[in-house]
């Protein structure tokens, strides 16, 4: 028992770092979104016109604040929420970003922001599923007084 009390330590541990990392990485993309460019030129986002980088910015603040509240009250499920809606906003970056790529034609260049895209939103997805686990694992680890707390007191 002591091993897996152990595992979910570590577990535990990995999951704040991961999480604190990627939320930073959003809240960062976010404040540039509502920076603006000062260069110019169009960025992929204007190119699909869904909506301005202000909107986008926002956006990830607000999903990002989810996270950090789910965070500071130790609780994996609120940071799930959080998770879920920075999944979508990192897929329909990747498809604005796919549909630039290709409304420019031949050659196709360029595809590290979309493979980004897809792959920071599959870590949110981990990161969500993973949130979602933690109670269970709570339960098998005996320690029910937060999902975040400490297990050895």
Not at 56 to 80: D, E, M
Not at 99 to 111: M, Q, R
Not at 124 to 147: A, H, M, Y
């Amino acid at each position: 028992m002591d091993a897996l009390k152990q595992t979910i330590k570590v577990l535990k541990v990995l999951y704040l770092t991961v999480t604190v990392a990627l939320a930073f990485q959003m809240a960062s993309r976010s404040l540039d979104y509502l920076t603006g460019n000062p260069r110019p030129g169009t960025g992929f986002v204007g190119v699909v016109g869904l909506e301005p980088p202000t909107v986008w910015g926002l956006t990830g603040l607000i999903a990002v604040a989810v996270v950090a509240v789910g965070l500071i009250l130790r609780r994996t499920l609120i940071v799930s929420v959080g998770g879920v809606f920075l999944v979508i906003l990192y897929l329909t970056f990747a498809w604005m970003n796919l549909v630039s790529l290709i409304g420019d034609g031949p050659p196709y260049d360029d595809w590290r922001n979309f493979t980004a895209f897809l792959s920071a939103a599959a870590i949110w997805g981990t990161i969500s599923f993973v949130g979602v686990l933690f109670p269970s694992l709570e339960r098998v680890e005996g320690d029910l007084n937060g999902v975040l707390t400490e297990p050895d007191k």
